[in-house]
């Protein structure tokens, strides 16, 4: 996602067109050393959203005395301009996500990461494609979420097939948009992340030519704010602490969770279990490793002129 669509994401959200958000106040955002203590989470339809359906967090962060409200997002990067624009404290998003945001000028903080998971985005081709090594895609129309995790994945995949960016026929999509185009053999592979990837898999016979698996990490992030992330560590780390407790349960019980996902995804319940089977559990704390990894990810970016400025991730670190 370029800095201009991050830009119009803003404006949707100041709109109130993200997901039925209401902004509070300007002035009701800060909070006076004597208000009540307030946890605002942004959730996308996964593991937070279980945890706000069994009322974990409330009862865990009550003798704290904090509260919490919960606002659902379609997206990671209008998740963060909700950050961003101070409606929110903390949420989960993927790998790149957080680079525009921080390029934008958003006060991250990364709060946790999850294992990788390089399983859980890969190339997809047409079942009969004549594609079958990574080199063959040279010259090809590659279809894929522009600015995404898995924009980084092709450019590191290519080079270490010896191809270049600009040896790529890149089409730039949605990934609904590039489903369909895959469907219709307008293009002649498709870069795309679980449950994307599994539907595509099951549901359109679609044959992976290469996963992320000993080129990117594709890790997961939970982050707050780097004011709240100051001023609330306790709060913080409990949350962290329910999150992996129902990892925990989800890894003993990866038939219910993915029955639980299946429903509020909207899929069919094999197409989960692939995914679940793929997702990486467990939420750690950041490390200098952790933010190297990050970092490459920012400097590649930066390279292909998708974020305008160079950036340090470390400045989004609170450890």
């Known amino acids: 996602m370029s800095v201009k669509s991050i830009s119009v994401l803003r404006r949707r959200l100041i709109q109130g067109a993200a997901s039925s958000i209401a902004l509070p106040a300007l002035s009701s955002w800060a909070q006076s050393p004597t208000s009540p203590r307030v946890l605002r989470v942004g959730n996308q339809k996964g593991s937070l959203t279980l945890l706000k359906g069994r009322g974990l967090l409330e009862k865990r962060l009550a003798p704290l005395g904090v509260s919490v409200t919960w606002t659902e997002f379609n997206a990671g990067p209008v998740q963060l301009e909700a950050l961003n624009v101070g409606s929110i404290d903390f949420g989960d998003v993927g790998e790149a996500p957080p680079i525009f945001a921080q390029a934008a000028g958003a006060p991250l903080a990364y709060v946790a990461a999850t294992p990788p998971r390089p399983s859980a985005e890969a190339v997809l081709v047409p079942k009969g494609s004549a594609i079958k090594t990574v080199a063959d895609l040279k010259g090809k129309k590659v279809a894929l979420n522009k600015g995404s995790n898995v924009h ?80 609330n560590q306790d709060v913080l780390s409990l949350v962290i602490d329910e999150i992996n407790k129902l990892d925990q349960w989800a890894v003993a019980n990866k038939s ?35 933010l190297a990894e990050q970092q490459k990810i920012a400097d590649t970016f930066f390279a292909l002129k998708l974020i305008p400025k160079a950036i340090q991730v470390s400045d989004a670190s609170v450890a």
């Open 152 to 231: 980084y994945f092709i450019v590191k995949l290519i080079e270490q097939a010896g191809l270049q960016y600009a040896d790529l026929n890149l089409v730039f999509l949605s990934p609904p948009d590039a489903r369909a185009a895959f469907e219709k053999g307008s293009v002649d592979a498709w870069v795309i992340w679980d449950p994307f990837l599994a539907a595509a898999e099951q549901t359109l016979g679609g044959r992976i030519l290469a996963d992320g698996t000993g080129v990117v990490g594709n890790r997961g992030y939970y982050f707050s704010s780097l004011n709240y992330a100051a001023k």
């Open 256 to 290: 219910a969770y993915a029955a639980e996902l299946a429903t509020l995804w909207g899929l069919p319940k094999p197409v989960v279990d692939v995914s679940v089977g793929r997702a990486g559990y467990g939420a750690s704390p950041i490390t200098k490793a952790i």
